[in-house]
């Protein structure tokens, strides 16, 4: 049964500080229960919060991190090392420090990788890797542990944004043109995929996302807020601090 679940904290480096804690937790049990664990990465300032928190974490090394698969749920399409990819972002604040099987590792392509400047083909590659790496009877996805998603202040995850044709996509991966945020060109995890996860985190940090998190669990459409349209299998975990949290629905307001 899916379990859905709402934590706030004081402040942003408390929420990071937990949230890395609870990811060590989480993985370390997944490997001791297949062998591997996998997870799917975000971007964002809080989540390369988290990231750092992971990597200064003395119990980072209680996970096998070369039996750790990594994913991203979406991307900016930019070249290779550009700073503002959440590949760049997520190798400088943690994978970089970690002691990690190359094979495992699986960015999202870049706009000058085999398919140059074609979003849609490299969407559609990005799918194809997932299908490879899916366990039998799984045909399009492997099994996701973990996927974290941040939740943006128009309520987008990932990069779904509200009343985009991309909240309507079913295919696993999708280019996104003309999005709200720049890059105007970014390639995505569309919500059917996200959803297949055992567990998503979203998470939140600071005032601006205040009135998308409450709207989200008020709840709102996933056209309208993509953030209400994502549930994990087993648990739909909200990580958020202080005044993320300050436009909760009435029934979440013991928390704040």
Known sequence: MTQSKVVVHTEPKLLAEAAAARLIV??????????????VLTGGRIAAQI???????PARDAV???RV????GDERFLPSG???????????AL???LKLDPSRVHPMPPSDGPDGDDAEAAAARYATALAEAARPGHAELPTFDVVLLG??????????FPEHPVTLETRPVSAVRGSPKPP?????????????????WLIASGAGKASAVGLALAPAGPRQIPAAGVHGRELTLWLLDSAAAHELPPKFRSLI
């Open 69 to 72: 698969n990594f994913w991203w």
């Open 151 to 160: 939740v943006g202040e128009d309520g987008h995850v990932a990069s779904v």
């Open 51 to 57: 990231y750092q928190a992971v990597r200064e974490s």
């Open 184 to 200: 105007p060109v970014r390639v995505t995890l569309t919500l059917p995929a996200i959803n297949t996860a055992q567990e998503i």
């Open 64 to 66: 096998d991190w070369s």
């Open 26 to 39: 989480r993985l370390t049990d997944a490997q001791a229960e297949r062998g591997e664990a996998t997870l």
């Open 82 to 92: 550009d700073p503002e990819r959440n590949e760049t972002q997520a190798h400088a």
């Open 95 to 97: 994978l970089d420090a």
